[in-house]
């Protein structure tokens, strides 16, 4: 019966040993997995954090786009208002140019009125045509101013014009300028968009990683459970296999004790002579 029960023991030790065997095995397999994905991890977050280094230095110059496209636009309201201003300007100078007296010829009208002025110092006229004629220059001398203004309002209108012409010049630059920037702008809102987007892929990525590695973890603990459970069966069964071969051994000494017990008892009836050994294990003194 001994037999069969060491038997099962060896039987259930090996059986142990193979379960801690494999067990050991998906124990480092997990524990390689888990550091794998942890080496994953600090890849990712270095990514993410050189691509975050990226997106704020993306926002600072967008900022700074946006800031001097204001400042553009601004300064292209100033021109439009000073535009509109030479436009009106211009109109009121055409008032004048469109007059009668802007058809005037200067240096006629003066030449006429120097020759009535020089009739009335130089010749002896009736009072009437005196008056007459002195009626005739103050009509000429008024007709004259107009002309003068008209000559004026056509100088002020050549220099609004050309203005005009600078100021028209200087939106176009403003409106090129600002379109340059407008394009500039979307284009580091799309690389905003494209950093955005990466982010978003790694970040993704940063979560699967993160359960693989709570995965492998939370394995790793149940493998050291189920191990400890292993370890402690084996041991069991090791004390067993120690206590049943030490009881098989008790037995069996035993059993040669109680054997030579009886055959010095048959010696001593016998009347023979017993040995110091024979003695021994008569008394129960025999050293096992």
């Known amino acids: 019966m001994s037999g069969v029960r060491e038997e099962e023991i060896l039987k259930k030790i090996d ?69 509109r201003e030479i436009k009106k300007e211009m109109n009121n100078r055409r008032v004048w140019l469109k007059s009668d007296a802007a058809n005037s010829q200067i240096g006629k009208l003066r030449a006429r009125i120097d020759a009535l002025e020089w009739r009335i110092i130089t010749e002896s006229l009736p009072l009437e045509e005196e008056n007459r004629i002195i009626r005739e220059i103050a009509r000429l001398e008024e007709k004259l101013e107009k002309a003068l203004e008209a000559k004026k309002a056509l100088e002020e209108y050549k220099e609004l014009k050309a203005e005009l012409k600078s100021r028209l010049v200087e939106l176009d630059i403003l409106s090129k300028k600002i379109g340059d920037l407008s394009e500039k702008i979307d284009a580091v809102r799309n690389q905003i968009g494209a950093v955005k987007e990466k982010i978003g892929g790694l970040r993704e990525k940063l979560d699967n990683i993160r359960e693989r590695i709570r995965e492998n973890a939370l394995k790793i603990a149940e493998l050291n459970a189920q191990l400890d459970e292993a370890y402690s069966e084996y041991r069991e069964a090791r004390t067993m296999l120690r206590e049943l071969r030490e009881r098989s051994k008790r037995a069996v000494t035993e059993d040669y004790v109680r054997r030579k017990r009886e055959e010095v008892e048959r010696k001593l009836k016998a009347g023979e002579r017993l040995t110091l050994q024979e003695l021994k294990i008569l008394y129960g003194d025999l050293e096992e």
């Not at 124990?27 to 954090?49: D, M, Q, S, T």
């Open 15 to 83: 059986e142990v040993q193979q379960r801690i065997k494999r067990l050991k095995e998906e124990k480092n397999a997990a524990v390689e997995a888990l550091r794998e994905a942890k080496g994953e991890k600090g890849e990712v977050l270095e990514k993410i954090r050189v691509l975050r280094e990226r997106l704020n230095t993306l926002r600072e110059e967008l900022s700074k786009l946006k800031e001097e496209r204001r400042a553009l636009i601004e300064e292209r309201r100033e021109v439009v208002r000073k535009i």
